[in-house]
């Protein structure tokens, strides 16, 4: 079957799969900290319909998936579906994005059921500022599941810091000590405008370059990695002195749109070109309506076909998505 290629001569062979819009704890740059509306749970793509929405994106290209959600580990049963996902033929790379909450509960059924690779959000070691972030006390539970994570043998364990001005300098230089010390590679995440309540602002938005000149102040000179994937999300630097390496999601500051390779599911089965994409092509009414292999691929065609040359953060036009990270998976 002939690739999925955009208008733009985008390639995409990375889906993301939203398992479920809940979560189990409150990140403020994500969601609200009470009332938050969930989808029914019959909305919910079960194990079934995304192993067939795997297998037939696969047939399209598809290659690397990666679950998430909301957080995809109070999805009840899901080392099943890592299960099925990473027997699906074709598929190269598998990845969990978790905030780490119930890791040490879950992380060694999901090493049996095929998981290797894991990020781990977390942005910052302090626990006062932890419980500011998340509205919940629970570092501990997160350190706990990346020292078992570890001693299972996962590799590479990546964590997500999301970089917010005024409130995570500190933890900026502290978690790359932290990652150096562990060989684990720190992702920033500069503040995108995906959280529910409209707070996202530009001047929150801790950037790239100042959290590279940081890091170099504190630890040392980095250097960007030469032969770095172009396409994957993250622009990635070692430190000199050959110990850590750390990455930039610098979606606002220096987006990277023209190398997109990705689309996503929804966990109430919409499938999206762009995080921040208004419109989205609904999947689940094919799947439920018994509609055939050559619908699915017909719908997956018109997403990317619709596919934008970029967002427009960084334009008056700029309108943010229907619907916040947690909804969308991030
Ligand atoms: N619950 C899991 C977690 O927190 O990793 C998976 C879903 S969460 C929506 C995926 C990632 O989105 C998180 O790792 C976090 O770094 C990122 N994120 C959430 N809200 C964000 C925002 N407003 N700006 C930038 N990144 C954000
Ligand atoms: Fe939950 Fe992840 Fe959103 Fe935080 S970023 S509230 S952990 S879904």
Redesign the pocket.
């Known amino acids: 079957m002939t690739p999925l290629v955009d208008t733009f001569g985008r390639l995409h062979d990375n889906l993301r799969i939203s398992v479920t819009d809940r ?1 189990n704890i409150r ?1 403020f ?2 969601m609200p900290e009470e009332g938050v509306k969930f989808e029914p749970r019959e909305n919910i793509l079960t194990f079934e319909e995304i192993e067939r929405f795997v297998k037939i994106a696969v047939t399209m290209g598809i290659r690397k998936l990666r679950v ?5 580990l109070v999805r009840k049963g899901l080392p099943a579906l890592i299960r099925k996902l990473v027997a699906i033929p074709g598929i190269q790379d598998l990845a969990l ?3 780490g909450v119930l890791l040490a509960q879950h992380a060694q059924e999901l090493y049996d059921a095929g998981l290797r690779r894991i ?1 781990v ?1 977390l942005d910052t070691l302090d626990r006062e500022r932890f419980k500011h972030i998340t509205r919940r006390d629970d570092l501990d539970k997160v350190l706990n599941g990346i020292e078992l994570c570890r001693k299972l043998g996962y590799g590479p364990i990546k964590i ?1 810091a ?1 970089a917010v001005k005024n409130l995570v300098e500190p933890d900026v230089v502290e978690l790359a000590r932290f990652g150096r010390e562990r060989d684990i590679e720190i992702r920033y ?4 405008p ?2 529910a309540q409209g707070i ?1 602002e530009r001047d929150r938005v801790l950037t790239m370059d100042t959290m590279i000149a940081m890091l170099q102040r504190e630890i040392g000179p980095l250097e960007e990695i030469p032969d770095a994937d172009p396409r994957a999300p993250a622009t990635e630097y070692r430190f000199k002195d050959g110990v850590g390496r750390v990455g930039f999601i610098a979606s606002v500051s220096k987006p990277f749109c023209l190398n997109c390779n990705r689309v996503r599911l929804t966990s109430d089965g919409k499938l999206r070109y762009c995080l921040f994409a208004i419109d989205e092509t609904d999947v689940k009414s094919l799947l439920r309506s018994n509609a055939p292999d050559s619908a699915i691929v017909e719908a997956v065609r018109s997403c990317v076909a619709d596919k934008w040359i970029g967002h427009e953060i960084n334009t008056q036009k700029f309108v943010p998505p229907p619907r916040p ?2 909804s969308i ?2």
């Open positions: 979560c990140c740059y994500c998430t959600g909301g957080e995809p994005t978790t905030n990020n959000h997500n999301v995440i500069e503040f995108m995906l959280d996202w990270m947690y998976g991030g």
